[in-house]
């Protein structure tokens, strides 16, 4: 059983350009977190998705940030006209239930740099 | 706010010794979960112990949940070089849909 997958696992981008993260939940997942660490700090929830929907966004930046989690196909976290302070890693978890009763497994993470 | 903080920040120990890591938390939780990060790494998950639970083991681990005092601790047993990494517990909330609030994490140095 394959655990979390995200690609990709480092991404360039200059000042400006778009960033696509992606996420492959494990199997029998339905539930994905995004959460973003800062150098020398822990993780910051940003997003919660099921299957099409959007269940908290309290963490996400109001602007630039986008996430989604189609039907098909794996989570998209998506950073428009990137700044040098969107430069983090972002880790992307899956569980199989929610209510903060189940197990959150992460992903390797993607590793941003905005030059 | 933060809502787990560890504690110590760094610990240096030799291997074979035991490692013991605290967790603080400020509100009433349903679940408190340990990771282990190495450095660069993904996280990977320890233990999850519930809010009813006081005590869970796997293997050298041990984790103890005090709900009265809002705290949990992460007893390694035995330590090993490999065990060297940054250990985050973190918590969820009810009514909060699973979202885990992480502290800043203990920094595990275990010498050989």
């Known amino acids: 059983n394959a655990g979390v997958m995200q690609n990709p696992r480092h991404l360039v981008r200059r000042r400006g350009q778009e960033a696509r993260l992606r996420c492959s939940p494990m199997?029998?997942?339905?539930?994905v977190y995004w959460y973003r660490q800062l150098p020398e700090e822990g993780l910051k929830f940003m997003v919660y998705?099921?299957?099409?929907?959007?269940?908290?966004e309290s963490g996400m930046p109001k602007e630039r940030f986008s996430a989604e989690f189609p039907k098909e196909g794996p989570s998209i976290l998506r950073i428009q006209q990137v700044v040098r302070g969107d430069s983090a890693a972002y880790f992307c978890?899956?569980?199989?239930?929610?209510?903060?009763?189940?197990?959150?497994?992460f992903g390797p993470g993607t590793r941003l740099t905005v030059t | 706010s933060q809502q787990g903080e560890e504690d110590p920040q760094a610990l240096s120990i030799q291997e074979g010794e035991n490692a013991t890591m605290n967790c603080s938390y400020k509100?009433?939780?349903?679940?408190l979960q340990w990771y282990r990060q190495n450095s660069g790494r993904g996280l990977v998950h320890l233990i999850l112990?519930?809010?009813?639970?006081r005590e869970k083991h796997s293997g050298r681990l041990r984790v103890t949940l005090d709900t009265s005092k809002k705290s949990s601790s992460l007893l390694i047993t035995a330590s090993r070089a490999a065990d060297t990494a940054s250990y985050f517990c973190?918590?969820?909330?009810?009514?909060?849909?699973?979202?885990?609030?992480f502290g800043q994490g203990t920094e595990l140095s275990v010498k050989p």
């Open positions: 998705l099921q299957k099409e929907n959007i269940i908290d």
């Open positions: 973190a918590t969820s909330r009810y009514n909060q849909g699973g979202k885990l609030i």
């Open positions: 509100t009433s939780i349903n679940n």
């Open positions: 978890a899956s569980s199989e239930g929610t209510g903060g009763t189940y197990e959150q497994y």
């Open positions: 112990i519930r809010s009813n639970e």
């Open positions: 199997k029998g997942h339905s539930h």
